[in-house]
Each structure stands twice: as C-alpha cells, then as structure tokens.
C-alpha cells in the first residue's frame, strides 16, 4: 500500500528544489514521474521554478473543478508530484489519497502549511486529514529559529488582514517573510504577556 | 523558545499511557506539571485512565468557554500536558501556544486527529496550524497495517453520518474501531477502482 | 516488506512502558506478539517491569551466543518486540533485520543509544546499519532540556571511565543520570570554551 | 542550545542539494554560514555540485588531522553545514558537538550512513552518537521501495569486499547503486530463507 506524503513548508523553504530533486531521482532510474501543479497558482505558468535556479515543465496543470484521475496517465507510473498542493481543492487531495491507496503509487505532495493568517488552506486542510506522512522542511526566521508561519507585508509592514491569496511571481519574495512562532506572535499578532 | 507539540493517533493508541510516561519522568526529578483535559469528555470524569490500567487525576478540567490562563499557576511549572485536546476550543488552543512562547513552558497535547467521518476535530485544526512539532503515534489496523483513522460501527455496521461525539467509556472501544486508510476506503466510504 | 524499527533514549525515558503498551495493541486485536530479551540484562529476571508499574514477563530470554531463528515460533506471529537490544550481539542484530525482510514480520526494538561514555553498544551500532527507522523517546534532563546522554555517578560524582554495564534493577536509579548534550560537555566531559 | 544535525541517505538522495538551499535559504537573509568538506572526498575538488546542476565553492577543506576550531571564523556565523561528513575523522565530529552546544551555532551534516559493506562510516558512527537530530534523505531502490544501501558494482556484479572509499567523481554513478534492504539480502549478501 502506497503512501501519501505532505513535506510542508513556510515559504522559501526549498520545496520546489526538493520536488525537483525527487523527480530526478525516479527517472534516473529510468521510472516515470508526472509533476501536477494546480492552475491557480500563476507563479511560472506552465513551469515549476526554484529558488536554487532549477526549472522544469510540470506535466498536469490542474484547474479547481478539474478530475485528477481523469487527467493522469497511470501506464508505468511509478510516482505522483504535487507542487503548490495547498492550492488543491477538498476533493482533489481525495482523489490523491484514493489513488495513493488504490492504485497503489506514492503520491508526494510540497506546500504550504498555513496562509498570512495562520490559517490551514483548504487543500492543505484536507491532506492533513488523509496524508500518511506530515514533514516539515525547515527555514529560518530572522531571529534565527526555525520559520514556521508566513507574514505578510504591505508597504513594509505586517499585515493580519485581506485576500488569502495574492500569487505574483515577482514580488512575491518582497511581500511575504518567513517567521517563527514567538515573532509571529510578537510582529504580527502584537501580543504581549 | 519552548514548543508546542501534538502527538496524535487513532484510538487505543496509547495516548493516555504517553501522557502519564511523561509526567512521571518530570516528576521524578521533582519537577512540576499540570494535566489539563476539558470537561467535554466524559470518560472517566476527573480522572485519565490508561488501557494499561494506569490512573491519575486531572489537576484543572477544563469547560469549552474557559480561559485557560486564569486556571493555570504558572509557578515553577515545568510543563503542561494536555489529555483528549481534540476537545479544546480554538481560543484554548490559541492560548495554550501562546503559553508556550511567552512563558517559555512546553506544552505537550495527546489527541485523535480526525473524527470517524475523518474531519479534524476543532481543537485539532487549531492545533494542526500553531503546534512546532507533529508527532504521530502508532498503532495497528486489522490487516495489520498502521492504524489511522478511527471508524464506528453501529449494531456491528460501519457508518458514514451521525454526531461528532459519543463519548461512553464503558462502550468506546466496541463502538469505535482503528483502521488503515485502505480498509478504511473499502469498508467504511466503499470506494473501489 | 516489513521494517525493523529502533526506538531508542537515554535511561528512565520509558522505552518499557512503550513497548507494553504496543504488545497490549497487538493482542487486544487477537494478534500474536513475542517478546525478546539478552539474558544479560539482570534486571527483572524474565519479566520486563516499567517504571509506571505495569510488568509481563518475556517470552525468549535470549543468550549471547545464541541464534533467534532457532527460537522463534514464526507461526501467525504478528510482530516481535525486543527489549534492552542494546545488549544483543551484532549477529542477533542481523538475524533480526533479515527476519523482517524475508519472514515480512515487523521487528521493533528498544533500548539506549549509548553507554555512560557516550559510546554506541554493539547491538546499537549494529542496529544503526540497518534499522528502517530511527525513532527517539524523549526525557528531560534536570537543566529542562532533552536528555540525550546517560550518565553514570559513584558516591555521587559524575565517572569517565569503568565497565560498560552495572546492572543491577536496585540501584540502577540511583547511579545513572539522564543529560542533555551541554551538562554531559559541562559536568562529565568537563570542557569549556 | 543549538542543535547537531546529521541528515543522511543512500548515495544519489540529493544530500547536496538539500546542503545548497540550508545555504541558500540563510544568505537571502543576510546570515552567514560556512561550508566544510573533508579533503580525503577528491569529488569535485574546492566545489560541491549538486546532481541537479547547482554548484558552489566550499569554504574550508579539512585534512584528516586538522583541527576544525582552529580553521573557522566565528564571527557572525549563523550555521555551519558539512558535506559528505562520513569522512570526517572521530575528533572532528566531537568538535563539531562541541561547538553546537558551548558555541551555540548549528551544525548541519550530511553524509552517507554506511559504507558498501553496510557498516556505518567512522564519521558517521560519531555522529550518530552525539547528533541531537538523525533525519533520513529518501531515495528509491530499484524495486521501487526506498532505499537504504550503497551496493558497489564492479564490472556490473555486486561485491561484498574492498576498500571502503574509492572515490572518483566520473565513474561514481556507475559502480555505486542504492538499494532496499530487501534488495541488498537477496542481491548483495545473497541470503535465502
């Protein structure tokens, strides 16, 4: 029985190179990968793209009433990439989870755990429910510890409020940082003890 | 910087069993700690009983609508445990991070992740967006697989709808089973490819 | 394929009470488990007792020299658990490891990662080659931090140097001292900076 | 406290990569870290390159007898990170420890666990015993599952015997396969049951 894996991450943490790095892995053993990345997220249209300067072609760009199964060719697979999962709807992370379970492929999903609000998105929601293996990839605040939450900044200051998503692939490093908990809860949340 | 973590698992996992492990070995180097279950559960009033047959009292059991904070005595506490969390309130969960920040306590909560229908419980969501560290428990499907959903059988049947909680302790284990998410899939959703 | 795991900590961390507690998961299935311990361990003779107060008496007390294979009922055998594996032989360690590839039965063992030195044990090092999983059980050491180093104290000071293993269930307690990695630098190594 | 990391996997699991972007993802905040590589690895010379096409000049080369404290500037450093750490000699990790816990400045290592033969590396043994943080790189086994070993090829047969390091950065893909532990029973030590 295949496993459905979430490797979360705050923004910047690596998850791309980390999905890239898996792809290479499979098919240097000659195995094939298929690489979903659901249409909302315009950042790199139809290519994945990493921090590190990796890029490559994702083969599944997915839009939010879309059927995966319908859409995936099952022939020899031997793994399911998910980029930007948090973006999947409710029923999408089903379906991953069904195919991961019946089909028997792994499938490994790479996003975001919390938006600027803390909050759990919906596709996330959902896989924290189903997935079988939660991972943290890791980065750093700039205090140093671990980044566990992503702020948003307007004009250069930390925001609580507005529209979940803003997805704009060249300022998107600018207007989002990487916290951990106590800056997050001291910076944005501004609560004192 | 002190973490929150969250050790969940199905039910019969040994959550209760961990919980109790853990006081000891603090208090066995005289160090303080507080267990705090709320008032929801039922099962064994002001008491945490382990399956192993172990039993300890609750220092503070606490009802939906309380603050936590003005419960606590803050003094020369070494940690927090928290029993059943998936009850908590998401201001209680809010709180109980906080705590873990602000006033540099770990604090350490054992509870199921989702619900027989496989929703995350209130407390759980909350928990699943703030905890630094998620840490699975284990324990064995029928088949022999790892266990990770919890389903309910009514009259010996496997359902689908009804109320979030029964909370019985003389009947729990009949009416609840833990299960992989394959057998999960084919006997309680009844999905087959 | 199933995996061997090794859930290893310092002293006192409740590696015993954990395994009771999976043993208990397996037969309140009606499954058959079997558990396994070197006969070099003296305390507790052929019971294995936890510190919470819970014991079961072993099922193979297993010799240095002797093989596991021979011993070993493999039939409708579930799972096998092997307490104290620190004292197996790197030849035990193997046996066990090719049973849970070859028979496909899980294999999960507890013990302590060091010795009061700060060394593997032969059966620990053995067991790093090949465990599917590395899993840490966590206590605290008395500055508060995770102790992760066992100390050992003659007349109540903190010894570099003797035999690898005192065992004797009586006094155990008192002559080991779980440390975290800076008081084990500080107050046993004795370096500063 | 800061923490010792050894993150470790089978050859070909993306270790560098994973070392690139903890480099990346520190000096996009303006931290400064410091990469060390044992001179003894000849692969790659002064740099380190990742399978993905990313590489990057190494900081310090260290020779077998070096110290470490004596070689790095502690000035600002906000981490250090080492590469292929299996060749590092006993001492060295020892210091890497120390300076983790007296230095306060985190210490991330990557590295193979065991040689072709399945024993851990002297490197590696160190740090299993001092690192505070074990975390396994995953990649695939020919047969799918993950994989765990280094099997040595040569002349296209897996061989039990040899030098442990024949490092040579052109035919390294060729003579080095990872494999599962399944795999390595049946294909390298060639054990039925």
Redesign the interface.
């Known amino acids: 029985?295949s496993k459905?894996y979430f490797r979360f991450g705050a923004m910047?943490?690596?998850k791309t190179?980390?999905l890239?790095?898996?792809a290479?892995?499979?098919e240097?053993?000659g195995?094939k990968v298929i690489i979903i990345k659901p249409s909302i997220d315009k950042k790199g249209g139809k290519k994945i793209v990493s921090?590190?300067?990796?890029e490559r072609s994702v083969d599944i760009l997915i839009g939010p009433k879309e059927k995966l199964t319908s859409k995936i060719d099952f022939n020899n697979l031997?793994c399911i990439l998910v980029d930007e999962v948090q973006f999947m709807s409710k029923s999408q992370i089903k379906e991953l989870?069904?195919i991961?379970?019946?089909?028997d492929i792994p499938v490994i999903c790479y996003g975001l755990?919390?938006n600027f609000k803390?909050?759990?998105f919906e596709g996330t929601?959902a896989l924290?429910?189903?997935a079988?293996e939660?991972e943290?990839l890791i980065?750093?605040c700039?205090c140093?510890?671990?980044a566990?939450f992503n702020a948003r900044l307007v004009d250069g200051k930390y925001v609580k409020d507005g529209e979940e998503v803003i997805i704009d692939g060249m300022s998107a490093n600018q207007i989002y940082e990487p916290l951990?908990?106590?800056c997050y809860?001291e910076k944005v949340l501004k609560?004192?003890?």
């Open positions: 029985m459905l910047n943490c690596g190179t980390a890239l790095q898996v290479h892995n499979y240097e053993k195995m921090r590190l300067g990796i031997s989870w069904i991961s379970k019946l089909k755990k919390t803390g909050k759990l929601k924290m429910e189903v079988d939660l943290e980065t750093i700039k140093g510890k671990r566990k951990c908990g106590k809860i609560i004192k003890y």
